[in-house]
């Protein structure tokens, strides 16, 4: 069999158990791909891990946290021995040996607007886990016309949306009610809902680079995991939630 | 009134999306409020018999 333009032998054994699905061309889409991952935590680590897996060519990742103890219980990108590392680091040291052909850029800062608009991408994906560094990344997608899978966990739930300039209106319009910042708790979420929501997040990605199937635009996919349940709520966009955007 | 994930019910004399919030005790909470599809504001007006449908958003990551 010829070796394809683009492909190396090494990729079409790796990538041997999709080609039939996405075909040479999608294999090329995702590998021209770029991603940004705000957030690496369990989202972000699940999110991450599978873009790498499938190929996706150019991932930046950005956290501004080192790894803790209580992340290893969701947060699968770690390990003990990366304990007080910046996650990033830790993140591009393992998403490279999972797949070398992934151009890993780690982004171990706040998130800002003025960093965010440095970095030119295909997609953004929220694994965020608050919402003033959503909002900020939605403005720059928004700004940028390109994007955005936003996910969101906690305890045994989860939903995943897509913001798509153009056809959906801006995170901030979708939930504009967000209540008041306030000190809680730490974050009660049983590891399995960041995985199965970031995996959702991850193949969102993967539909919008390939232009394959239908995507969660105009609808948020909630997920509720002790009943189990994934239900999917479809909302019409009304012109006055886009002046939110602006 | 359907809370997503918790059944539904009936409430009556409110007025607005943020009395709703303040009856069913989601004051403070991230929320989505739908009523025939459409996403509402705290400030959007409410009237009887209209449906509403309201999920708690997850804000974790």
Known sequence: MAESAGLSEFERELYSRQLKLIGEEGQLKLKKARVLVAGLGGLGSAVSIYLAAMGVGNLYILDREVVEVSNLQRQVLYSIDDLGKPKPLAAAEKLKKLNPNTNVQPIYAEVSESLLSSIDVDVYVDAFDNWPARFVLDKVAWSKRKPL????VRGFYGQVTVVLPGVTPCLRALFPITGET????????????????GLIEALETAKIILGMGNLLVNKLLVYNGLQPSFEVIEFKPDPKMFERCQ | MRITGEGERVVENVSSVRELLARVGLVGEEVVVLRNGVILTEDDELSDGDEVLVYVVKSGG
């Open chain 1, 149 to 152: 899978v936003h996910g969101g």
């Open chain 1, 182 to 197: 306030r000190e809680e708790s730490p974050l009660q979420v049983f590891p399995t809902t960041p995985g199965i929501i």
